[in-house]
């Protein structure tokens, strides 16, 4: 019903920036709460960001200040632009819907 596709992973280094995307399709306007969680091998998943419909967000005091969610709603597509990036923040970054629709994820290596 709801497809998502994430794009932009890649190696960067400790302290640079990368932006990744989520192209979303199928049934999603009436999709209200969109996100942004990373999982890192031996690690649990972590939420890093969400954005409402209204353009409310949130974040966790981890990446406060330093990652950003937004949306393009004419081109359907969300993004996390993330600053000052950390090796330990390596992980496969996945976009969700209302924690319902996952995409397959995108993997960023952080090289300290």
């Known amino acids: 019903q709801v497809q998502l596709v994430e794009s932009g992973g890649g190696l960067v280094q400790a302290g640079g920036s990368l932006r990744v995307s989520c192209a979303a399709s199928g049934s999603i306007s009436r999709i209200n709460v969109w996100a942004w969680y990373r999982h890192a091998p031996g690690k649990q998943r972590e939420l890093v960001a969400h954005?409402?419909?209204?353009?409310?967000?949130d974040y966790p005091d981890s990446v406060k200040g330093r990652f950003t969610i937004s949306r393009d709603n004419a081109k359907n597509t969300l993004y996390l632009q993330m600053n000052s990036l950390k090796a330990e923040e390596t992980a496969v970054y996945y976009c969700?819907?209302?924690?319902?629709?996952w995409g397959q994820g995108t993997r960023v290596t952080v090289s300290s």
């Open positions: 969700a819907a209302r924690a319902s629709y």
């Open positions: 954005i409402t419909s209204g353009g409310l967000t």
